[in-house]
């Protein structure tokens, strides 16, 4: 398990998430995240990131308060509810943006940003309640 300043990571996580109406898209003490194919800016904040993706943990490692960061993902259109879902934790609402036509790039995105346990069990759970044969 990892530690975060002694706390153990899914603790923090959950702080987080109790956090997150507070800090979703408000630009105090964020950095501008711009994803290719998108037409608009997320301000988004170093914790809500790196605590629950190894890509936003690698490539956000000199990232400050005020940086623009460009990044490329596998499915612009779905990223979106994915900064949701990391900043407030509602795996429901996350779950009920996936479709049978947009599901595989979901994943993608998730594979790609090295998303936590809880996250594939959520797109695992889409998978196995609505595109898995019997």
């Known amino acids: ?11 923090f996580v959950s702080l987080l998430h109790e ?3 507070n800090y979703f898209n408000n630009k105090s003490h964020a950095f501008e995240l711009k994803v290719e194919g998108l037409d608009r800016s997320f301000f988004v904040h170093l914790e809500y990131l790196t605590s629950q993706s190894t ?5 956000l ?20 509810p994915i900064i949701e879902y990391l900043y407030f ?3 429901d609402k996350w779950y009920d ?15 790609h940003l090295g998303l936590d346990e ?3 069990t959520i797109c695992l759970a889409y998978y ?7």
Request: glycine fraction near 6%.
């Open 89 to 91: 934790g509602n795996g």
């Open 1 to 11: 398990m990892s530690v975060i300043q002694e706390i153990p990571a899914p603790y």
């Open 97 to 111: 943006t996936m479709s049978p036509d947009n599901y595989n790039d979901v994943w993608e995105n998730v594979q």
């Open 128 to 134: 196995q309640n609505n595109l898995a044969i019997e």
């Open 55 to 59: 890509f936003f943990r690698d490539t």
């Open 118 to 120: 809880k996250a594939r």
């Open 19 to 21: 956090e997150g109406s």
């Open 61 to 80: 490692a000199n990232v400050k308060e005020g940086d623009l960061v460009k990044i490329i993902v596998p499915s612009p259109e779905t990223f979106e």
